[in-house]
């Protein structure tokens, strides 16, 4: 009698008790995250501080010597580069760190240098974020969509020519660097097939237009965005068909899907609702990072269709030697990837519950 009495008090007992324990898991699950972006964000700044003072020929004292060389005295050309860099050039080199990374954490990147010298560098990569997050965004976005579904469907009908057809063209596609099919997209749709204007490849709209909520410019913006968008959609594409094809494949001859077929489910169901959601579990956290990378846009794509975003002004940055704006683009590009990199872990533990008990899938 006393088991019976016990047993009904137990059980809400027992419910608290691993409540209380999965929020614990939860707790240190998410200052686990925290803790790690603190690290990395310490160490890239860590590192790129000491790598441009390691490139030949020391950046900055070849930025004193050019405003030297420009008219100005030793002292005066010393004291121009500490206000445009943020820190002291004249002290040590750990005085000159610790002063870079107090305000970094303040959210001064420091001044740009070269290609607009004394302007603050975080406002310059802001302006340009919009261009790239809606360009490179939108298209990573689709090829993410579309690769994960061509994927599955290539799964699905593995060694069928569906599946052959599939894997081939894109793993071809795959393989063509992204600048060499932008090259060819504006040669042949511009020049050989005249199917799109040239002007229609070249910037991010039509200066006649006005930029801002109008139809004009939303018309002439999405005009322009045709070609490279559709570039940059085909070139990360394949990428994500060939690791959903991988990981459908895979999931596919696993034993709750057979267990599926053998209740009678239909083959949509089968697909979508367990092999489909396993096989992009681990396609999550891959797809997250490259939303981190959109920050920095795609370097070449944009200096190709000479789209104003920040992939093209990192590319200007280097080719200039405007090391505080390249710093800049990096620490932002960093935060980003670390950001979206803890969105994916949250995300990935609330699709997989395994994951949030550690491992344990019993």
């Known amino acids: 009698m006393t088991h019976h009495r ?7 007992t027992a419910d608290a008790s691993l409540r209380a324990a999965d929020r614990r898991r939860l707790v240190r699950h998410v200052a686990a995250i925290l803790l790690r972006m603190v690290v990395m964000l310490w160490l890239v700044t860590t590192i790129t501080f000491v790598v441009v003072r390691a490139l030949p020929g020391n950046p900055i004292d070849l930025y004193i010597q050019d405003l030297a060389a420009s008219g100005l005295s030793p002292e005066e050309a010393r004291s121009r580069a500490s206000a445009v860099l943020r820190f002291d050039v004249q002290g040590s080199f750990l005085e000159q760190y610790v002063q870079y990374v107090t305000n970094v954490t303040r959210g001064d990147l420091g001044n740009s240098s070269i290609l607009s010298p004394g302007s603050p560098v975080l406002p310059m990569i802001l ?14 976005t689709l090829s993410f969509i579309i690769g994960v579904r061509l994927g599955l469907i290539a799964a699905m009908r593995r060694h069928a020519w569906t599946d052959h057809l599939i894997s081939n063209t894109w793993a071809a596609i795959d393989s063509i660097p992204a600048v060499l099919l932008a090259v060819v997209a504006i040669l042949l749709l511009g020049v050989v097939w005249k199917i799109v204007p040239i002007e229609w490849m070249r910037g991010a709209y039509d200066p006649a237009t006005t930029p801002g909520f109008n139809w004009p410019f939303i018309k002439s913006a999405l005009l322009h965005y045709l070609v490279p968008g559709t570039v940059y ?12 094809r991988s990981n459908a494949m895979s999931a596919i001859s696993d034993d709750y899907v057979h267990v599926a077929r053998a209740r009678g489910l239909g083959e949509p169901r089968i697909r979508d609702a367990y092999v489909g959601r396993n096989a992009i579990l681990p396609l999550v956290t891959g797809f997250a990072i ?8 795609s370097v070449l794509i944009e200096k190709v269709f000479v789209t104003p975003g920040v992939g093209a002004l990192l590319a200007d940055a280097i080719a ?5 704006l390249m710093q800049g683009v990096v620490l932002i590009t960093t935060f980003a990837v670390l950001v979206a990199t803890a969105v994916a872990d949250a995300l990935s533990t609330w699709l997989d519950p395994r994951i949030r008990l550690g491992g344990d899938s019993a």
């Not at 490259?290 to 846009?297: I, K």
């Not at 200039?320 to 505080?324: A, F, H, S, T, V």
């Open 127 to 140: 302006a340009r974020l919009p261009w790239t997050i809606l360009s490179v965004g939108i298209a990573l």
């Open 233 to 244: 959609t085909l070139t990360s594409l394949g990428g994500w068909v060939l690791a959903m």
């Open 290 to 297: 490259a939303v981190g990378f959109t920050v920095s846009g």
């Open 320 to 324: 200039r030697r405007d090391y505080p």
């Open 6 to 12: 016990g047993t009904p008090d137990a059980v809400p």
